[in-house]
């Protein structure tokens, strides 16, 4: 079946240290991926996409993330986290046309 | 320009009441869906409705849930006798189009049934 999973339900950093989250998906055909933000009480907020361009895409706020084939993996960092980086964090992946498959989120804390 | 709104941002009802809750998309956005967000579940797919037709509802969790979408825009997602398990945020995004399109969401409503 098709999936998407996030490792790590809690991550912590601290200020000014590099951010890694880790996103792995389960298909046999390279879906489109993306990475959505959501700070408290807001809707969710795209921070990059893969769509079979360039294999490293570069988002807002400095995030990134690269799109492994052989290792069905997106992960999503950041050289260096801000107190403002602080917020939950979910992988999708589109298999087929519309539906969104969600993985169930990381929530990111920045230390001081 | 605008983004996806949704109202209300707050609804609190009693057990067994029915519910409406109302997403205007972005304008000129032809694909509209429906989320759910609660604990322990994560975003769950409910409806994606192309235009106003609804050719996928297999997400809706019973037959208590239904939507409708008029115009091509606002879309009202009706859950009757609610049930308490039915407390979560529902998010509403709307897309250009499908398959690379990202979708844009909406601040969501959370629903309380006591």
């Known amino acids: 079946a098709q999936s998407v999973t996030q490792l790590g339900s809690h991550v912590s950093v601290s200020e000014g240290a590099l951010v890694l989250l880790r996103c792995n998906y389960s298909s046999s055909v390279p879906p489109y991926l993306f990475w959505y933000v959501q700070y408290p009480n807001q809707g969710l907020q795209l921070l990059l996409k893969y769509t079979s361009a360039a294999t490293l895409v570069k988002g807002i706020n400095g995030f990134e993330a690269e799109f492994k084939k052989s290792e069905t993996s997106f992960h999503l960092t950041k050289p260096s986290a801000h107190m403002s980086d602080a917020a939950e964090y979910f992988c999708a992946v589109i298999f087929g046309t519309y539906k969104y498959i969600f993985g169930t989120g990381t929530r990111l804390k920045v230390l001081a | 320009g605008a983004g996806v709104s949704q109202s209300p941002s707050n609804k609190v009802t009693e057990k067994g009441k029915d519910v409406e809750l109302r997403c205007d998309p972005i304008s000129g956005h032809t694909a509209l869906y429906w989320y759910r967000q609660s604990l322990g579940q994560g975003l769950e797919f409910l409806i994606y409705?192309?235009?106003?037709?609804?050719?996928?509802k297999s997400g809706l969790p019973s037959d208590r849930f239904s939507a409708e979408r008029t115009g091509g825009s606002v879309s009202t997602l009706t859950i009757q006798r609610t049930q308490q398990e039915d407390s979560a945020v529902y998010l509403c995004a709307s897309s250009f189009g499908t398959s690379d399109y990202e979708q844009y969401f909406g601040p969501g409503t959370r629903l309380t049934v006591t």
């Open positions: 409705f192309q235009g106003n037709s609804a050719p996928d």
